[in-house]
C-alpha cells in the first residue's frame, strides 16, 4: 500500500499569497497517477489536479500541479478567498487506492 | 453532464449491516473503462478509500475493511450498492460515492450522506 504524506498539516497565508503544498509517497506513484481535491465545509471533494499536472474543468490557472515518483506539488500562486478549503491528494495508479490525510489551508 | 446520489440509512446500530445506495444518471457503468468508488470521511478526519466497481465486474476492496465490505452493481437501474456489515461506532462518518472515468481520478462525487452508528 502506498502511504501518502502531506505537509504541511495546517498552511495559514493571507490572500494574495502563493501557497505550496507537499505531498510525498512512501513508494513511486504509477504513471503519476496523483491527483489533488479541493474540499470546504459541508461539500463533498472536487477533483482539481489529475495526472499530477493536469487541471480539472472550471479551475483557474493560478493552481498547478507538479512532480513525479515520490514528491508531487500543489501551488496556488496567489490566494483568492475562495481557495481557502482543505486539500487532499490521492494516488490511483495502484490499489488499494490511498489518500493524503489533508492540508488545510486557512486565512491568516 | 454526471451526477451521483447516496441514500440509505443515518442511523444504523452497532453490529447492524450498513446498505448504501448510489444512484447516477449522465454515464453508464457498461461502458468500458468505467467505474462507481465508495469513499467516507469519518467527521474532520481524511478521506477513506473503500471500495471499487468497474464496467466488467471486477470489484476492488480496502484491504483494511474486505471481509465486511461487499460492492455490487444494477446497471439496468443506474445503480451501485455498498454493504459493510458488523457496524461500529467508529465507521460513524459521510459516506461518498464518485464516478471513476477510464481508470482515472474520482470526478465527480456524489454529494455524501451520513452515517452515525450508535445504539
Known amino acids: 500500500e502506498i502511504v501518502l504524506t502531506q505537509s504541511p498539516g495546517t498552511l495559514s497565508l493571507s490572500p494574495g499569497e502563493r501557497a505550496t503544498l507537499s505531498c510525498r509517497a512512501s513508494q513511486s506513484v504509477s504513471s503519476s497517477y496523483l491527483a489533488w481535491y479541493q474540499q470546504k465545509p459541508g461539500q463533498a471533494p472536487r477533483l482539481l489536479i489529475y495526472g499530477a499536472s493536469s487541471r480539472a474543468t472550471g479551475f483557474p490557472d493560478r493552481f498547478s500541479g507538479s512532480g513525479s515518483g515520490t514528491d508531487f506539488t500543489l501551488t496556488i500562486s496567489r490566494l483568492e478567498p475562495e481557495d481557502f478549503a482543505v486539500y487532499y491528494c490521492?494516488?490511483?495508479?495502484?490499489?488499494?487506492?490511498?489518500f493524503g490525510q489533508g492540508t488545510k489551508l486557512e486565512i491568516k | 453532464q454526471i451526477t451521483l446520489k447516496e441514500s440509505g440509512p443515518t442511523l444504523v446500530k452497532p453490529t447492524q449491516t450498513l446498505t448504501l445506495t448510489c444512484t447516477f444518471s449522465g454515464f453508464s457503468l457498461s461502458t468500458n473503462g468505467v467505474g462507481v468508488g465508495w469513499i467516507r470521511q469519518p467527521p474532520g478526519k481524511a478521506l477513506e478509500w473503500l471500495a471499487l466497481i468497474y464496467w466488467n465486474d471486477d470489484k476492488r476492496y480496502s484491504p483494511s475493511l474486505k471481509s465486511r465490505l461487499t460492492i455490487t452493481k444494477d446497471t439496468s437501474k443506474n445503480q451501485v450498492v455498498l454493504t459493510m456489515s458488523n457496524m461500529d461506532p467508529v465507521d460513524t462518518g459521510t459516506y461518498y460515492c464518485?464516478?471513476?472515468?477510464?481508470?482515472?481520478?474520482?470526478?465527480?462525487w456524489g454529494q455524501g450522506t451520513l452515517v452515525t452508528v450508535s445504539s
Open positions: 464518485a464516478h471513476r472515468p477510464n481508470l482515472g481520478a474520482f470526478d465527480p
Open positions: 490521492q494516488q490511483y495508479g495502484s490499489s488499494p487506492l490511498t
